[in-house]
């Protein structure tokens, strides 16, 4: 969580010495709970093996074990028992009826006092009400949240006056490859539908 602040810290004019007290939390062999266990959520679980994670998440459905058995996840059925074991908890749900303010006071309560909460699904996913109360009364470590609401926040927001969370303008996607893929991707999605062919990428599919 010291990323920001060392970053103004190693800029500035008035800098004279670095602190050696800035101490952060590994990631390696931490245990990440992922909510939404779809493509994306699966994706971050790949690339969280890398660094020897243990991997639970909890989803809709459970993924077939050759799945789960490629990345090392570990599925829970309940939300709550993820929470309660998660060094990490990543977010990576639609944002549905459900799922708004899936995290909110309980939720956040079941965590770790020392974890931390990642969000790059939907803002409203979390309440963000609660959030604020839990990062003041260190309810939990940290919070870094690519997503909020409204987008972007009020300046006057107690979010803004925090230390322990990182906040990133919604530019998880935000690559030139992506981007580029993003838009090829809505390209064959309409010569489909002129060429009266199957979507590639439809929603709702019929």
């Known amino acids: 969580m010291y990323l920001c602040s060392g970053c103004q810290t190693a800029v500035s004019p008035d800098t004279k010495y670095f ?9 390696t062999r931490a245990t990440l709970g992922i909510i939404g266990m779809g493509s994306i959520g699966y994706r971050v679980a790949q690339r969280a093996r890398a660094f020897d994670m243990r991997i639970l998440y909890h989803n809709r459905n459970q993924r077939r074990k050759e799945e789960e058995e490629a990345v090392g996840a570990h599925y829970c059925e309940k939300m709550e028992d993820l929470l309660q074991q998660s060094d990490f908890v990543m977010l990576v749900v639609n ?14 309560g079941l965590m770790k006092p020392t974890a931390t909460l990642v969000n790059i699904s939907r803002g409203a996913v979390i309440d963000q009400d609660a959030l604020v109360e839990a990062l003041q009364n260190k309810v939990i470590r940290a919070a870094a949240l690519d997503v909020t609401y409204p987008e972007p926040l009020p300046r006057d927001h107690p979010l803004l006056k925090l230390n322990n969370i990182i906040i990133t303008p919604h530019i998880g996607t935000a690559t030139v490859q992506a ?12 010569l489909a539908v002129l060429n009266g062919q199957p979507i590639p990428s439809e929603v709702f599919p019929k």
Request: aromatic letters at 2%; charged letters at 30%.
């Open 95 to 108: 944002l549905t009826p459900e799922t708004h303010k899936l995290i909110g006071k309980k939720e956040l």
């Open 179 to 190: 981007t580029r893929m993003m838009a090829e991707e809505a390209i064959a999605n309409m």
């Open 19 to 27: 602190p050696v007290d800035w101490l952060g939390v590994e990631v």
